[in-house]
């Protein structure tokens, strides 16, 4: 079982930068790939980016092209989210996950483990 926390949420104003991180325990961190997604109010959880475990990254084209990059530090247990150029539209709770047998599939990769998610909000 994979615990997962995240930080670095918060309020920011539009064209902005943030950067979330994702502390990961209780599984050798190198062995699973990891992912982000994230949910605004009244919406659904909406698929972001993905690393796997060899460092090739997948993102949700769509919305965040361009303006956000995923990372993963191995050495420290953690992926990041770096995200650039932000607008009112990515405000929404993101939470990370963890490969591990779960019903949400992108990419052929199976998200089971989430953390407890962090609020970003982006005002015009």
């Given at each position: 079982?994979?615990?997962?926390v995240?930080s670095?949420g918060?309020?920011?104003?539009a064209?902005?930068?943030l950067?979330?991180?994702c ?5 050798i961190f ?12 009244g919406?659904e ?15 949700n084209?769509?919305s965040?092209k361009?303006?956000?990059t ?11 989210l ?9 405000t929404?709770?993101?939470y990370?996950?963890?490969?591990s047998?779960?019903?949400?599939i ?6 089971g483990?989430w ?8 005002s015009s």
């Amino acid at each position: 079982q994979v615990q997962l926390v995240e930080s670095g949420g918060g309020l920011v104003q539009a064209g902005g930068s943030l950067r979330l991180s994702c502390a990961a325990s209780g599984r050798i961190f190198s062995s699973y790939a990891m992912g982000w997604f994230r949910q605004a109010p009244g919406k659904e959880r909406e698929f972001v980016a993905a690393i796997r475990r060899s460092g090739g990254s997948t993102y949700n084209v769509d919305s965040v092209k361009g303006r956000f990059t995923i990372s993963r530090d191995n050495a420290k247990n953690t992926v990041y989210l770096q995200m650039n150029s932000l607008k009112p539209e990515d405000t929404a709770v993101y939470y990370c996950a963890a490969e591990s047998p779960g019903s949400t599939i992108v990419g052929g990769i199976q998200f089971g483990s989430w953390g407890q998610g962090t609020q970003v909000t982006v005002s015009s």
